[in-house]
């Protein structure tokens, strides 16, 4: 709700600095808005100061709430997702080579916001790291700070993947047999309640009871993975906001080629003439 009114706002603002009659005080409306951004950009750039020492205490907790019981009690099926998630890894380094996006310069400053991600479970917390990397890598404002906002609300790709194995490993749990049609409609229905999955720790298993629930799983298997919800939410966490990264590195150096034809063409024109 929050980006569509945002959105919605922002495109009439556009309107009336465009227009004669309320240029002036449209370009005051958005110089106020500018402020507020570049206000809040400092306050999170001195919470950046901090985030360190509040990582390093959330991986220790969460390292001793869980133990090593839980790890080997369900640790297949913490390996088949950190696999898959590996996986979908390898596709993000295709695509982004694809595109000529550095994977050096891609790791080096998306280290910080996966690493924070994975401890806090929160790609929504973690947005201003993630927004902070994108500026380091140079992509221009206007496309990071529509794309990664936007991202972080519905872009879960790391979710997904840890729905589908969710319900493939309670079906293992059960005896329930899962034929094509029901992995297809497993997969489909995860896709899609993963759009709708707030970026906060602990609401990944709301999303897989609602799952559970389309395809007749039982939902008491669902107990047994909130045991391990930490350790998977951790890993499907960090794929989200880097699957966000990944596109928006994309789409930054597309832009930037886009871009940089019109330049080259005025300046044969000109050589030409």
Do not use: W
Request: proline residues 3%; charged residues 10%.
């Amino acid at each position: 709700g929050i980006i569509f009114t945002a959105i919605v706002f922002g495109v009439a603002l556009l309107k009336l600095r465009e227009s004669d009659a309320h240029r002036e005080s449209a370009d005051k409306l958005y110089g106020v808005v500018s402020g507020l951004n570049d206000v809040t950009m400092k306050v999170m750039s001195g919470v950046l100061q901090y985030v360190p020492i509040g990582v390093f205490a959330i991986v220790a907790s969460t390292a001793g709430e869980q133990g090593m019981a839980t790890i080997l009690a369900l640790g297949d099926m913490v390996m088949v997702l950190y696999i898959a998630l590996a996986v979908q890894l390898v596709v993000y380094g295709v695509l982004m080579r694809l595109n000529g996006v550095s994977l050096a310069g891609f790791i080096r400053e998306a280290r910080a916001p996966v690493a924070t991600a994975f401890a806090t479970q929160s790609s929504s917390g973690t947005l201003p790291l993630t927004l902070n990397a994108a500026r380091r890598m140079g992509i221009p404002q206007r496309i990071y700070g529509f794309s990664l906002p936007l991202g972080a609300t519905i872009n879960m790709d790391g979710a997904a993947i840890r729905i589908a194995i969710s319900a493939v490993f309670a079906a293992n749990v059960v005896g329930v047999p899962l034929d094509f049609v029901t992995m297809l409609e497993i997969v489909l229905i995860g896709t899609l309640a993963s759009i709708g999955t707030a970026g906060v720790p602990g609401a990944g298993i709301v999303m897989i009871a609602t799952v559970f629930a389309q395809v007749g799983l039982p939902i008491e298997t669902v107990a047994l993975l909130v045991s391990i919800d930490a350790l998977v939410g951790m890993g499907a966490t960090a794929m989200n906001v880097t699957g966000d990264l990944v596109v928006t590195s994309v789409i930054g150096r597309s832009e930037e080629k886009h871009e940089s034809v019109p330049e080259s063409s005025m300046e044969l024109e000109q050589q030409l003439s």
